[in-house]
Every structure is written in C-alpha cells, then in structure tokens.
Nanobody, 120 residues
Framework: HVQLVESGGDSAQAGGSLRLSCVAS??????MGWFRQAPGKAREGIAA????????YYLNSVEGRFTISHDNAKNTLYLQMDSLKPDDTAMYYC????????????????WGQGTQVTVS
C-alpha cells in the first residue's frame, strides 16, 4: 500500500522561501513529482525526479526558482521553493509512479492529500 504525506505548506511573503516535504511509504516506483492547483485552474505539474538516477524536470515558470530532490534513505521527496511569487499560491501535491519522469498528471498512480502554499 503506497502512502504519500506532504507537509511544509505555509504563508510566505513574495520573494521568500518555503520547503515542502513528502514522506512516502510502500513501493512508489522510480518517478516522483510535485503538482499544484490554484482555485479555478487546472492541476499542473511543476517538477519531477527519477529517484534512480536523480534526473530532474521542471515547468518553465519555476525552473531556476524551485528545486526538487529526493532522499532515498528517508524515502522523502522535497521541493525547495525560492523567490516565491503570488502566482505560486496553490495547493501543492506530491505524486508517484513508475516509468519515465513526466509532468503529466494522468501518468501518476499515487497522490498525497496536498499542502497549501499562500504567497502575498
């Protein structure tokens, strides 16, 4: 049974930083990603990582500001978010699957419950 539990969401000032964590249990597969959904908008993939070789992929709008990483020993996924903007306000979800890392949500089998990030 796979379980993903996010934490770290909070309110922040524009230009500030937050770090999200996602603790995974069970056989999640090699691909993990972060997604976000703002009110009235579709869910979008923002970062993905292959936990085997460490390769990473980013949405253009967050590349250079956000960093995805994975601690294999702790089976924990992270998202370091710097230079936050009000447009980053959303519910953030972690997800897991097997195969080639992707930012396409329908490719993911497992999802966390989400953690709220608000930037003002």
């Amino acid at each position: 049974h796979v379980q993903l539990v996010e934490s770290g969401g909070d309110s922040a000032q524009a230009g500030g930083s937050l770090r999200l964590s996602c603790v995974a249990s069970g056989n999640t597969g090699n691909c993990m990603g972060w997604f976000r959904q703002a009110p009235g908008k579709a869910r979008e993939g923002i970062a993905a990582i292959d936990t085997g070789d460490g390769s990473t992929y980013y949405l253009n709008s967050v590349e250079g500001r956000f960093t995805i990483s994975h601690d294999n020993a702790k089976n924990t996924l992270y998202l370091q978010m710097d230079s936050l903007k009000p447009d980053d306000t959303a519910m953030y979800y972690c997800a897991a699957t097997s195969g080639f890392p992707t930012l396409v949500s329908r490719e993911y089998n497992y999802w966390g419950q989400g953690t709220q990030v608000t930037v003002s």
